[in-house]
């Protein structure tokens, strides 16, 4: 986890600027073709990756049938082919301690792996507020962490994680736009109907304020929360992508059938 000294006030976004971030969120969604693309927001290359409630399979994973974490893409991906599925695309979903687990809550399949953490504290995580993703029967969200604790959602999977990078429309209050902390970051963004997760990372480095507004300004999501930077990967097989790395620890990513 890196530390983070970003700290500025961001106002809420302008009813033009959420009409044009509705549009163009409209004309992404709508695209026919690729559940992963590139994509641009001034001048910094990203990838986005899409999951619709209802129609994709959307999973977390951390261990194998056998307790040990997962680690990597392609033993998910293998795991999955002995069912007759694949991995769709797939990227880490939380930051880790050095043994894999997940540093705060983690769901997955109705199970708990680690416990909610509300405090605060060093690095990203505990810039609060953090929040929560959650894959659930209905859809989508991302809640604010100690709001999740007063009330949580039926979550079949979740993964906890931080900062928040858009809580209610506005920007983390710590993110300063023209800071020079610059990783390779990645995050999901939730729609405001739940029905929609947008999955981001950066082809370059770029700061937390800009990084935020991808989701808010250019793709509409009113809540998105922050995976991790640096060490962010993304698996897209339609891209001829596969990022390698060091094992990882939660990863999210979709389920499709055996290619």
Known sequence: MIACAEIWTCPAMTPKASLLAALFGFVLASAAGAVCRDMEFEGT???LCEAVAGTDDLRIW??????????TFGRIDASLGETGQALGFAMNAGMF???????????????????????DGPGNFGLLPNGVF???NGGFAVVESRAYASNPPACSYASQSGPMLVIDGALHPRFLPGSDSLFIRNGV??????????????????????FARVFRDALAMPNALYFDGKISRL????LGRQDSGFPMGPIVGTVVPAR
């Open 189 to 210: 963004g939730v729609s405001a109907d739940g029905q929609r997760a947008a999955f981001v990372i950066s082809n370059e480095p770029v700061n937390f304020h800009r």
């Open 235 to 238: 698996y897209a097989p339609e």
């Open 62 to 71: 951390l261990r194998d049938g056998q307790g040990a974490p997962f680690g």
């Open 97 to 119: 301690h050095a043994d894999r687990g997940a540093v705060g809550l983690l769901i997955t399949e109705g199970r708990q792996d680690a416990a909610l953490v509300t405090r």
């Open 45 to 47: 290359s990203l990838t």
């Open 134 to 136: 959650c894959i659930g």
